[in-house]
């Protein structure tokens, strides 16, 4: 059977105005019957498709109805039916194409339930004229366009680079950090109102202005600590978490200074540094600059120290700042000041000088026979009068340190000067050495007590050792001692405190009270302590003790500063520093 569309074609309509016995509607009928041998095949599909033809009993029924009958299937097999000839006759009155036998109606057919499947809705297209949607597209990108220039543009010149070290851009906020660090550093208030106009001063060192002078600091230092990052990574050393540690003090510390105001922490950082600068730009910069300090005075010096012939040439070239004398001195005076008695001084002064027979070590027994009661007492002890490992910058009388640092001196060696009224001053020399006592590195922290009357600041008298305690009981090792300039930073800046370290404390240095306890034989690194003294008390902690006698260390010291500065020189050329004007408009 021939199958239509749902939209038949303008030979298929059927004209209403023509009667039902036209020609048209014969030859529609007859050009069905003449095809119906060739629609033996789909008769049978139909058939088995279970839809049987029947008459219709009435043709003027509603178009709704439906020339087919639903049947349900059973398991059995249906034997095929013969195919049946349609009875035409029924569609003689066909007025409107729902009447047309080629026009299927889809069958109501009953399924189950639990096999249906839903077909997927589908939402039919609504066409809509591009000009609708483009043109108001088309005015938002255009101010999307004037938004970026206006607004973005002028973050991208705030956020511009202030400075380029080899090529490298160092960050807007890095830089920021850098420059209001330095100064701080430099005892600037960064919040005073006077600042503005103190850094728009003329500077020193023939910069334009101060601004421009702390500026050049800072862009040195971020030079300095990406060369020596660079080097110390290239020697497989990194950030620790001692740094990162040293660092968060330093956070910790700013953190106080925000609670003390009642202020926002992310706040104060933006208001101290600059609106770019963050929490985490702190921690990476300084963590970064903390670890190039160690470096260099550490693995970097350890590489560029002097070798055993520098040392020793250097040491032949100065040795009177490498050397230490002992000598033993004897003054020799009476209560009257008469020529006669000065005389007689002078004359003992000279035998005692002839008896001992050029052997400084019988200066005291001699000596002793000219004098008498508790003078020839105290005389008679061994070495009584010898003052041993006296530095050359320590002889503040320049007769007698030319005469004790002579090269030509040997131990026995002895002259006589005088006082003030002409008595004998009998020295004879002791000995000559080389500086060999290892070098103690100490850390001393000062807590201060208030004195009014010579205006030092301080804490009142009852609060100094409490407050003393309290640090010392803080100390766990070399770290924490070093965050103490951080955590009382403003105690330090006022003078209430203060923290000093000696990487070269020898013996005699300090008070007696301080070598007593530095350089007793069992003290160890990480050993604390406390010492009260007049108006202040003082925390001690033992960094370290050198494995080099101190006159090594002191040789080295000069030689590896000059190897370090002629590393930074070299270095500086290969990493070049430029400033940015449109970055540091906004710093």
């Known amino acids: 059977m021939k199958k239509h569309s749902s939209h038949p074609s303008s030979n298929d309509k059927m004209n209403p105005s023509e009667p039902v016995g036209y020609d048209g509607d014969v030859d529609f009928v007859e050009d069905i019957d003449s095809k119906s041998d060739s629609s033996d095949e789909n008769a049978t ?65 009953q399924v189950d339930g639990s096999t249906r499947v839903k077909s997927p809705r589908i939402r039919p297209n609504y066409w809509i004229k591009a000009k609708y949607f483009i043109i108001p597209l088309t005015i938002i990108a255009i101010m999307v366009l004037v938004y970026s220039v206006i607004k973005i543009g002028n ?3 705030r956020l511009a680079s202030p400075l380029s070290i080899n090529g490298q851009s160092v960050s807007h906020s890095e830089f920021s950090f850098m420059y209001h660090f330095v100064l701080i550093e430099n005892g600037v208030d960064i919040h005073a109102a006077e600042t503005p106009a103190m850094l728009a001063a003329p500077g020193e060192a023939g910069f334009a202005t101060n601004r421009d002078f702390f500026i050049d600091i800072a862009a040195k230092e971020l030079q300095t600590i990406q060369i020596l990052y660079d080097d110390a990574t290239l020697h497989g050393f990194s ?79 100065s040795r009177n700042q490498y050397d230490i004398v002992s000598y033993r001195v004897l003054r020799i005076v009476f209560e009257q000041k008469d020529q006669s008695f000065i005389s007689t001084a002078h004359l003992h ?20 026979d000219y004098f008498s009661g508790e003078a020839k007492e105290a005389l008679l002890k061994p070495d009584s009068t010898l003052i041993s490992n006296v530095r050359f910058n320590n002889i503040d009388n320049l007769e007698w340190r030319i005469w004790l640092y002579d090269t030509s001196r040997q131990p026995g060696d002895c002259t006589i000067f005088e006082d003030e009224y002409g008595f004998p001053i009998l020295v004879c020399f002791t000995a000559r050495n080389r500086q060999v006592e290892p070098l103690r590195n100490i850390r001393f922290f000062y807590v201060n007590q208030l004195v009014e009357e010579t205006f030092q600041q301080g804490l009142p008298a009852g609060e100094v050792i409490p407050m003393a305690q309290t640090i010392l009981d803080s100390i766990s090792d070399e770290t924490s001692v070093i965050n103490l300039e951080t955590t009382y930073a403003d105690e330090i800046q006022s003078g209430i405190m203060r ?44 960094s370290s003790v050198s494995t080099n006698p101190e006159w090594f260390d002191r040789v080295n010291s000069f030689i590896r500063m000059n190897n370090y500065q002629e590393f930074l020189l070299e270095k500086q050329n290969a990493y070049p520093i430029k400033l940015n004007p449109e970055g540091l408009k906004h710093i």
């Open 239 to 317: 950030i620790s978490d001692v740094h990162v540690k040293r660092a968060q003090a330093y956070v910790d510390w700013l953190a106080t200074k925000a609670d003390a105001i009642q202020v926002d922490f992310e706040t104060y950082i933006k208001g101290t540094f600059g609106q770019n600068v963050s929490r985490e730009t702190i921690i990476d910069t300084l963590s970064k600059r903390y670890f190039a300090e160690d470096y260099a005075a550490g693995p970097k010096l350890d590489e560029l120290k002097a070798s055993d012939d520098q040392a020793e040439e250097s040491y032949l070239t």
């Open 155 to 157: 973050i991208n010149e």
């Open 499 to 542: 923290a000093v370290q000696s990487g070269d404390t020898y013996r005699g240095k300090y008070d007696s009270d301080f070598d007593a306890w530095i350089f007793d034989p069992a003290r160890q690194p990480g050993d604390k302590t406390m010492i009260e003294l007049e108006n202040q008390v003082v925390i001690l902690f033992y």
């Open 349 to 368: 002064a000279q035998e005692i000088i002839e008896k001992i027979e050029h052997d400084q070590s019988r200066f005291e027994i001699v000596a002793a």
């Open 45 to 109: 599909a139909i058939a088995a498709d279970g839809l049987i033809p029947f008459e219709a009993e009435d043709t003027s029924e509603s178009v709704a109805s439906t020339p087919y009958r639903a049947i349900h299937f059973s398991d059995t097999e249906t034997p095929e039916p013969e195919p049946i000839p349609l009875p035409l006759h029924a569609f003689d009155g066909i007025q409107s194409i729902a009447d047309d036998p080629d026009f299927q109606v889809v069958p109501q057919v």
